[in-house]
């Protein structure tokens, strides 16, 4: 079964929007990183089922079933990407029309207040 596992990166135009925007706006820029990123991903919506460790004292023979994403499976960034998308959009951001790794945050004025990019 074909799984994707491409995740949209944020543009070196894209990039370079966000420093101008910074510098007309003399907003600081933060940079942050995800402890245990791929395990805050989407639920996995396909059986995916793993040997449990050798420290689990699982029964030999037994697997188990995941239930979010680990590094190294194909999708486990796409599925931290979704996430990540989804929150930001509940959050009230717009997602550009042009990279979907970069987000907007308006005030009720229309004014912006915030820029977010996501690289996973």
């Known amino acids: 079964e074909e799984?994707?596992?491409?995740?949209?990166?944020v543009d070196k135009c894209s990039m370079r929007l966000?420093?101008?925007?910074?510098?007309?706006?003399?907003?600081?820029?933060?940079s942050s990183d995800?402890?245990?990123?791929?395990?805050?991903g989407c639920r996995l919506e396909r059986e995916v089922l793993m040997k449990p460790p050798k420290e689990a004292n699982v029964p030999k023979g037994k697997l188990w079933k995941l239930k979010v994403p680990l590094y190294g499976l194909n999708d486990a960034s796409l599925q931290f990407y979704l996430k990540c998308k989804n929150v930001?959009?509940?959050?009230?951001?717009?997602q550009s029309q042009v990279d979907p790794a970069m987000f907007f945050k308006f005030n009720k004025e229309g004014k912006l207040i915030g820029v977010i990019i996501s690289h996973v």
């Open 18 to 30: 966000l420093l101008i925007i910074c510098e007309a706006e003399r907003w600081q820029l933060e």
């Open 88 to 94: 930001l959009i509940s959050l009230g951001c717009k």
């Open 34 to 40: 995800v402890k245990s990123a791929f395990l805050q």
């Open 3 to 9: 799984v994707p596992s491409d995740s949209p990166t």
